[in-house]
């Protein structure tokens, strides 16, 4: 049964939410499922904003027929050739044979990579324009927020931008798909965080070149194709994406990360972390990497300012999930945060050598002294460094 919401005048959110979903990509941990939205425009002609992934497919089916209610669908708009929007397009044109797709030339290109076949096609460049009747929809290029045959489409009438992958989040969604509907900062934030992190982060020159060209936009409403659509209050997520994709921290204040055999390393860093509270640092965080998902650490070492990386030496390297997560924080192109070091080995210490070498081909990274050495456990001599330590980093938060 469909299960449709109007946006505003002549726009339908046609869109599913997916609960069963336990990795997004096949890689990022959803507990709380994965929303997909499309949108309908219903105007002289009508035109579809983008599909859906395959396991929602028959929901958005009939959330469409639906909503178009016996018309012709005229157009559909893919702004973004990922699967999770576009793996209906096969079985939209055996419904609507007359369907005219719209994208930029790689998304055009990409529908015959994945799916074979030839589309009737309606090509878009920057600030090429489509009229449906009352809305005319102008497409400008995004390229690489996600992928780069992304567009976003604005239309001037009612000052709507669908934003492709922008400003989405990881979660289901739950009848309030208005951001002013449900407690965002309280409840989405650290989700639109990881989402961000960890899809666009790597791009963020090219997202902060989006969000130049937004700016010039007389934009009322965001329609992101997942997560809440935002009709009030829009510089709350704007000014998050301002602060992400110019990798500038939200929290001054320290995050711990930990890699630990047998718990001595984990030691050391709940010992600093404990020295953080007494030097007066707040909202200080500690993580085992092996227990904690790495998303979820790439989205806090986004968010925070300074960061401690703790790893025992493993088949002398750089133990296992902490070299996972360090590399995906280089491949997000994580830069600017204060940094400090602690190893530990009982035979060959090597872990620190590593770190630092990983983390020196990173952008702006301090490295801050004393890099921790500890052998088997925390000792009398280990306690003094980590009060140094805890100084320095503390100091580098108060800056
Ligand atoms: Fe929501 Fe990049 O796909």
Excluded at 48 to 61: C, K, N, P, Y
Aim: aromatic share 10%; hydrophobic share 40%.
């Amino acid at each position: 049964m469909y299960n449709i919401r109007e946006v505003q005048k002549d726009i339908w959110w046609v869109g599913a939410s997916d609960r069963r979903l336990q990795l997004f990509e096949n890689a990022y941990a959803t507990p709380d499922g994965m929303s997909y939205n499309n949108y309908l425009i219903l105007d002289d002609k009508t035109c579809l904003m983008d599909g859906i992934d395959d396991a929602v497919s028959r929901q958005f089916f009939d959330n469409l027929t639906k909503a178009l209610d016996g018309r012709e669908l005229d157009y559909m708009v893919v702004q973004h050739m990922e699967p999770d929007h576009c793996s209906c397009i096969p079985e939209l044109l055996r419904r609507y044979p007359k369907l005219k797709i719209v994208g930029s030339q790689k998304a055009i290109q990409m529908i015959g990579q994945f799916y074979h076949i030839d589309v009737d096609s309606i090509v878009v460049k920057e600030k090429d324009t489509l009229e449906l009747g009352h809305h005319t929809l102008t497409f400008y290029t995004a390229a690489m927020v996600h992928w780069p045959e992304v567009i976003v489409s604005f239309d001037s009438s009612t000052g709507t931008l669908f934003s492709a992958d922008a400003f989405g989040a990881f979660g289901a969604m739950s009848g309030n798909i208005f951001a002013d509907e449900v407690d965002w900062e309280h409840d989405w934030k650290d989700e639109a965080r990881r989402y961000y992190a960890n899809i666009v982060g790597k791009y963020g020159v090219q997202t902060t070149a989006l969000l130049r060209k937004l700016e010039a936009l007389d934009v009322k409403m965001l329609l992101p194709l997942h997560a809440h659509l935002w009709r009030k209050d829009l510089n709350i997520i704007t000014d998050l994406y301002k602060s992400w994709a110019s990798y500038t921290p939200e929290k001054k204040s320290v995050a711990i990360f930990y890699g630990s055999v047998y718990g001595h390393t984990g030691n050391a860093a709940d010992i600093l972390s404990m020295k953080l509270a007494e030097l007066g640092i707040r909202d200080v965080k500690v993580y085992d990497v092996s227990k904690t998902e790495v998303s979820y650490l790439v989205s806090t070492a986004f968010e925070y300012s300074t960061l401690v990386f703790a790893s025992a030496t493993y088949n002398a390297e750089i133990f296992d999930n902490m070299h996972t997560l360090l590399t995906d924080l280089k491949n997000h192109n994580l830069s600017g945060r204060t940094v400090g070091i602690i190893e530990n080995g009982s035979w060959a210490l090597s872990a620190k050598k590593k770190m630092t070498e990983l983390l020196g081909t990173m952008k702006n990274m301090t490295l801050l002294e004393p890099m921790i050495s500890i052998t088997s456990s925390v000792d009398e001599n280990t306690l003094a460094g980590l009060d140094d330590l805890a100084k320095a980093l503390a100091e580098s938060v108060k800056v």
